[in-house]
């Protein structure tokens, strides 16, 4: 959120903005923090094209043939799955090769500023 807060102090208006992440429900539940926060929000499913004062946020791969000031993607290191316990290594690198690419889409919609948002290590 501070991240948010300090591109909007530098001139970045919140509509120039969006936050993206590789499924629906993380869209639904970052809009939902954001708006808790009282910065206006848009989902990109929802998004039609307009203009407006509001943060857009939806997956990678929504936001894929779109352009932003600036982009944030938060947890970035979970853009990529771990290997499931039924899946088979060529079906997971498939599977990752595959997040990859749309974590790079993602990262490619930035026109001007990207922040990429990483989880703190936790001590055991």
Known sequence: MNALRSAAADD?????????????????EWAAALSSEGIATE??????????????????????????????????????SPRAAEETEDAYRERAELQRRQLFVAMTRARDRLWLGTLAARKA
């Open 43 to 80: 989902l990109l499913a929802d998004y039609r094209g307009t203009t407006s004062d509001a943060v857009k946020v939806g997956t990678y791969q929504r936001a894929k043939g779109l352009e932003f000031k600036c982009v944030f993607i938060p947890d970035r290191d979970r853009a990529v």
């Open 12 to 28: 970045t208006q919140i509509g120039d903005m969006a936050v993206l992440v590789p499924d629906n429900r993380q869209a639904r």
